[in-house]
C-alpha cells in the first residue's frame, strides 16, 4: 500500500494537517487539540500507521541520547535482560487467554474512564447554563 509522505515546515517540524499549524511532537498536539490518537490521524490522511511523526531536531536529539544511553539501557535491558523473555525450544505459542484477559481489563478501565469523563463533562456543561439562566433573570 502506498502511503502519504507528511508536510514539514522550513524548521522541520510536522504540519498538522487539521490546523496547519507545526509542532515537534506533532500526534501530542492532534491528541489533546483534536481528540484522535496517533492511529485514527494516521488512517484519517493517509500516512504510514508504522513510522513516528516529530520534528526531524527531535530525531536527532533522541537518537543522540539513545545512542549515549547504548552501554547503560539496551545493552543491560534488551540484550542482556531479554535473554530470559525470548522463545526458547518447545514453546509453541504465547498464553492467547492471559494477553486477552489482560487487554480486556485494559480497555474496560480505559472505556470506565471515558464514560466517567464525559458524565463529568455533561454535568459541568448543564451547571453553566442553569447559571447563565440565572444571570439572565
Known sequence: ???????????????????????????LHVNKRHGLNAQEYKVRFGLNPRKGIQS??????MRKAALANYDKVIMQNLIIGGISSRFKEGNTATDIERVRETSRERMT?????????????VVQLATEIARQLRNLK
Open 1 to 27: 500500500m502506498t502511503y502519504l509522505e507528511h508536510q514539514f515546515n522550513k524548521k522541520g517540524q510536522p504540519i498538522c494537517a487539521i490546523c496547519a499549524v507545526a509542532y515537534d511532537k506533532l500526534l
Open 109 to 121: 478501565l480505559q472505556w470506565a474512564r471515558k464514560k466517567q469523563s464525559n458524565n463529568m463533562g
Open 56 to 61: 526531524r531536531k527531535l530525531q536527532k536529539l
